[in-house]
C-alpha cells in the first residue's frame, strides 16, 4: 500500500528525532556507549609533546572508585603511538583511576601483585598491590654476591589519572607521561692503565635501590640494591674511557646511586660515589626531583687526574674543581 506524501514526511521526521535523541548516527558514536577515551602526553618539562616520538608501547591499568582491579589494556604497535593516539577503554558509569606504564613490551619488567610475581585479580587485586619491578639476577659479580641488572633497558614511562568519572558517554581524558629511565654516560679521563694498556683491570658497576615502585611511583622500602652493569664502552684515541649505564629512575631519599671502579690489578677501589648526592644535585636545574625528572640524560666527565683543574661536569656545569680532591 503506498503512503501518503504527508504520512511519509512524517514517518522521516520521527525517525530521525529518535536517532538525533539517543545520540547514535555516525557523526557522534560517543553517546553510543559509555567508557574512557584516553590520550597520552610527554612533555619533559617543555612545550612539545613527545609521546609519538618516544613511547613505543602504552599499558593502563584501571582500578574502580574501591580502588579495585578492572582491567588492563594494551597497544605494543609502536606505529599507532603517535600524539594523535586514542586509547578506547570500555566502561560502565563509574569513578576509576588509571595507572599507566608505558616501554614495558620488553622482557625487563615485571608486575607485581603485593610483592609477587602473578596475575592480577579483577575485583580483588587493590591498588595498593600493584607494583612494577625491574628484572633483575641474583649472580657472583667481583667476588660478592649482587642482584645484576645485565642489559640495557627499555625506557620506561609513568603516569596516573586518578577519580575519572564516566557518565552516560564517552569521558575523555589526557594523562601526563613522565620518563622513568636515566641515561648515565659517562667519560673517564686519566684512568690507571693495566700492563697490556687497556683497561681490562677494571671493574666499573653503578649500584642502585631503584629497580622497583608502586602504583604511585615510589620507591618502597623493600627495594633492594641493583647492580647495573656498563653499556657501549668504547676508548677513544686519546685515551679517554666511555660508557653508558641505563638505570632506573633517580630521587632523591636514601636511595644510593654509585659509580664504584675497582682495581683487579692492585685490590684497590679507585672511586666509589653517589653520583647524585656529590655531583648531579650540585647543577642548579637538577636540585629539585622536578629537575631531575625533567631530565633524563646525565653527560658526566670524571678527571682521575691529580693536576686537573676541573675534577668533574655534569651536562657541562663544573661541579668538582681542584682542591676537592676525588677519593
Known amino acids: 500500500m503506498k503512503l501518503p506524501q504527508h504520512r511519509i514526511v512524517k514517518w522521516f521526521g520521527?525517525?530521525?528525532?529518535?536517532?538525533?535523541?539517543?545520540?547514535?548516527?555516525?557523526?557522534?558514536?560517543?553517546?553510543?556507549?559509555?567508557?574512557?577515551?584516553?590520550?597520552?602526553?610527554?612533555?619533559?618539562?617543555?612545550?612539545?609533546?613527545l609521546f609519538g616520538p618516544e613511547v613505543t608501547s602504552v599499558s593502563v591499568f584501571v582500578f574502580d572508585e574501591q580502588g579495585l582491579y578492572v582491567g588492563r589494556w594494551d597497544e605494543f604497535d609502536p606505529a599507532l603511538l603517535t600524539n594523535d593516539y586514542v586509547m578506547h577503554i570500555p566502561l560502565g558509569k563509574g569513578t576509576y583511576s588509571c595507572i599507566v606504564w608505558g616501554g614495558m613490551h620488553g622482557d625487563h619488567y615485571h608486575i607485581l601483585k603485593n610483592g609477587v610475581s602473578g596475575p592480577?585479580?579483577?575485583?580483588?587485586?587493590?591498588?595498593?598491590?600493584?607494583?612494577?619491578?625491574?628484572?633483575?639476577?641474583e649472580t657472583t659479580l667481583y667476588q660478592q654476591?649482587?642482584?645484576?641488572?645485565?642489559?640495557?633497558?627499555?625506557?620506561?614511562?609513568?603516569?596516573?589519572?586518578?577519580?575519572?568519572?564516566?557518565?552516560?558517554r564517552i569521558t575523555r581524558v589526557g594523562v601526563d607521561l613522565m620518563k622513568n629511565t636515566n641515561t648515565l654516560?659517562?667519560?673517564?679521563?686519566?684512568?690507571?692503565?693495566?700492563?697490556?694498556?687497556?683497561?681490562?683491570?677494571?671493574?666499573?658497576?653503578?649500584?642502585?635501590?631503584n629497580g622497583r615502585c608502586d602504583f604511585a611511583n615510589?620507591?618502597?622500602a623493600a627495594a633492594r640494591k641493583l647492580t647495573y652493569l656498563p653499556q657501549n664502552v668504547s676508548v677513544s684515541q686519546n685515551g679517554d674511557?666511555?660508557?653508558?649505564?641505563?638505570?632506573?629512575?633517580?630521587v632523591y631519599g636514601g636511595c644510593d646511586h654509585k659509580l664504584n671502579?675497582?682495581?683487579?690489578?692492585?685490590?684497590?677501589?679507585?672511586?666509589?660515589?653517589?653520583?647524585?648526592?656529590?655531583?648531579?644535585?650540585?647543577?642548579?636545574?637538577?636540585?629539585?626531583?622536578?629537575?631531575?625528572?625533567?631530565?633524563?640524560?646525565?653527560?658526566?666527565?670524571?678527571?682521575?687526574?691529580?693536576?686537573?683543574?676541573?675534577?668533574?661536569?655534569?651536562?657541562?656545569?663544573?661541579?668538582?674543581?681542584?682542591?676537592?680532591?676525588?677519593?
Open 120 to 137: 592480577l585479580v579483577a575485583g580483588e587485586t587493590s591498588i595498593s598491590e600493584l607494583c612494577l619491578l625491574l628484572k633483575q639476577q
Open 218 to 220: 615510589i620507591i618502597p
Open 145 to 168: 654476591q649482587c642482584t645484576v641488572v645485565d642489559y640495557t633497558q627499555d625506557n620506561q614511562y609513568y603516569g596516573n589519572k586518578a577519580g575519572v568519572e564516566v557518565t552516560n
Open 241 to 250: 674511557l666511555h660508557l653508558d649505564f641505563v638505570t632506573q629512575r633517580m
Open 261 to 327: 671502579i675497582y682495581n683487579t690489578e692492585t685490590g684497590t677501589m679507585l672511586f666509589s660515589k653517589d653520583l647524585l648526592t656529590n655531583y648531579i644535585s650540585k647543577v642548579p636545574a637538577y636540585m629539585t626531583q622536578q629537575g631531575l625528572d625533567d631530565e633524563d640524560l646525565y653527560e658526566i666527565t670524571i678527571d682521575m687526574s691529580p693536576y686537573a683543574s676541573v675534577k668533574v661536569t655534569v651536562n657541562g656545569w663544573a661541579v668538582e674543581t681542584s682542591g676537592n680532591e676525588i677519593q
Open 14 to 49: 520521527l525517525t530521525l528525532a529518535a536517532f538525533m535523541l539517543t545520540g547514535c548516527y555516525k557523526e557522534d558514536l560517543s553517546a553510543c556507549s559509555t567508557g574512557l577515551d584516553v590520550n597520552f602526553r610527554l612533555m619533559k618539562g617543555g612545550a612539545v609533546n
Open 185 to 209: 654516560r659517562l667519560t673517564l679521563k686519566n684512568l690507571p692503565r693495566s700492563q697490556s694498556n687497556g683497561y681490562d683491570q677494571l671493574n666499573l658497576y653503578f649500584e642502585a635501590i
